[in-house]
């Protein structure tokens, strides 16, 4: 488990990183997400214990990271944005070489093949690594942190620069790893953090401003659920009936189809399920529903809202921070 208490750091008078606090539990994949500058990667660098905090700490399944650095510092494995390789090696003179930095307590031989094996870099273990596409020195990155098996994995924008492909395998990676380490994983990538994260932390200009599980982040912004709805019949009656639904907040006609057909969308009460509802006022009006989803604001939607500088009211208002 990986607790973070009133972390900050300060340049001068900048506050890089302003008193954050979060927990990760163990088996989590957290998704640190955030524009450029916003303090990602100075948060996991404190982590990880590369940078010391201005104040607040860091506590590694109970080991503070400034208090017992070098215990703690075991705990951890960490792949930065750019990999700490030494490109005129091979793969297995690399990771036998950072296994003794580590200084690492298992067997050599098996444990690098192990890994090596869990990254599929098993082929490319004899090629030097400047030889290596872009791709498999980063799996040779991921080999390097998984090394001594650290309860605690730090990722810090492990996909930039990869191409379609070599995403999906990372992704797919992250998301096995995450079923034995915790996993913090940081990207101003949506796509990534939304389909590999169990949960999304959002940080803008130094503060955590939202704090939820991946499915719940753009309802826990909003405040409201939406319903996305294509139905036939007259627009005034779709509207009245809907409208009559106890926990509909507002309804309104988002564009005309063809055939006496329109889209509609819904917003409502937060935690209730008007659908049942919805069915049955249509039914009684005699207009049938064609199509039903949830309309919720999409991740790059949320995004935007909660970067934005003139809108951080949903940490004042009851988010994480």
């Known amino acids: 488990m ?3 208490k009133h972390l900050t750091k300060c340049y001068g008078d900048i506050k890089a990183v302003d008193d954050i606090s979060f927990t990760v539990e163990t088996g989590e994949v957290l998704g640190f997400l955030g524009p450029n500058g916003a303090g990602k990667s100075t948060t996991m660098n404190m982590i990880t214990g590369y940078i010391s905090s201005t104040s607040g700490t860091v ?8 208090d017992n650095p070098k215990e703690t510092k075991k705990k951890i494995g960490y792949l930065p944005e750019i990999p700490p390789l030494y490109v005129d090696m091979t793969v297995r003179k690399y990771l036998e070489f950072m296994f003794d930095l580590k200084k690492v307590k298992l067997p050599k031989k098996e444990h690098i093949e192990e890994v090596m094996r869990l990254v599929r870099i098993s082929e490319q273990s004899e090629r030097i690594i400047k030889n290596l596409s872009k791709g498999y020195r980063q799996r040779v ?5 998984l090394l001594g098996n650290p309860p605690v994995l730090i990722l810090d924008e492990p996909t930039v ?8 395998e ?3 990676l992250i998301k096995s790893l995450g079923k034995k380490h915790t996993v913090i994983f940081s990207s101003h990538v949506l796509s990534e953090i939304s389909a590999t994260c169990d949960r999304i932390i959002v940080i803008s200009n130094g503060k955590i401003v939202a704090d939820a599980k991946t499915e719940e982040l ?3 912004v909003s405040g409201e659920e939406k319903l996305s709805l294509e139905i036939e019949g007259a627009s005034a009656d779709v509207i009245s009936a809907i409208k009559k639904i106890p926990a509909v907040i507002r309804a309104n006609k988002v564009k005309t189809m063809r055939d006496n057909t329109a889209k509609y969308l819904v917003e409502y009460e937060k935690g209730v399920d008007i659908r049942r509802d919805v069915f049955s006022a249509m039914a009684r009006i005699g207009c049938p529903i064609l199509n039903m989803q949830s309309g919720n604001e999409t991740l790059e939607d949320m995004f935007l809202k909660l970067t934005t500088s003139d809108q951080n009211n949903y940490r004042e208002n009851g988010g994480n921070s």
């Open 161 to 168: 620069g990869l191409d379609p492909k070599q995403i999906i």
């Open 141 to 145: 990155g991921f080999a390097q942190a």
């Open 2 to 4: 990986v607790e973070v």
């Open 59 to 66: 506590t590694i399944d109970g080991s503070e990271i400034l």
């Open 170 to 172: 990372i992704r797919k």
């Open 218 to 220: 753009s309802t826990a």
